[in-house]
């Protein structure tokens, strides 16, 4: 099982609404940056739990956890023109873009700020703390512990 940071902007889809969901479930689309592609492709696996992140927004921060319940398949919102995820360079036949299902777990009790991240030398690896900008990154076993025990949950 691996670890995984999923930035989304809560006015758009957030933790609440993956919560609300039918079965509490939701196709991931919309990734359009190849190496955040690669991952969901290449790495991300059924099993593997993700820390969803609001970003875009007053407070940047881990707001809760989910889990991959199913992996990449092709993203069809690049063939929809009506889309904002459209992409006329890719075809059925090539597809360029994929995404993973994910169930929501839990909201965490104390949603840890990028503030906190950026400030605490115990977050080393982590690439948003880093290079802030991929919206799929992942996340050592030893940064999801400490990050789950800052927002109160094991």
Not at 26 to 50: C, K, M, P, S
Not at 136 to 147: F, R
Request: aromatic residues 12%; hydrophobic residues 35%.
């Amino acid at each position: 099982m691996a670890y995984w940071l999923f930035k989304t902007e809560p006015d758009a889809f957030s933790i609440d609404d993956l919560h609300q969901a039918p079965q509490q479930s939701t196709f991931w689309e919309g990734i359009r940056n190849y190496q955040a592609r690669n991952f969901l492709r290449d790495d991300v696996q059924v099993g593997d739990q993700v820390f969803i992140y609001h970003s875009s927004c007053k407070t940047p921060a881990v707001v809760g956890i989910a889990t991959i319940t199913k992996g990449a398949e092709t993203d069809p919102h690049q063939f929809d023109l009506s889309s904002d995820y459209y992409d006329a360079k890719s075809s059925t036949d090539n597809p360029r873009w994929v995404g993973v299902t994910l169930c929501y777990q839990q909201h965490l009790p104390r949603p840890v700020t990028l503030k906190a991240i950026k400030a605490d030398d115990a977050i080393t690896e982590l690439a948003l703390k880093k290079a802030g900008r991929l919206s799929i990154m992942p996340v050592t076993d030893a940064e999801w512990t400490y990050i789950c025990q800052l927002g109160g949950t094991e």
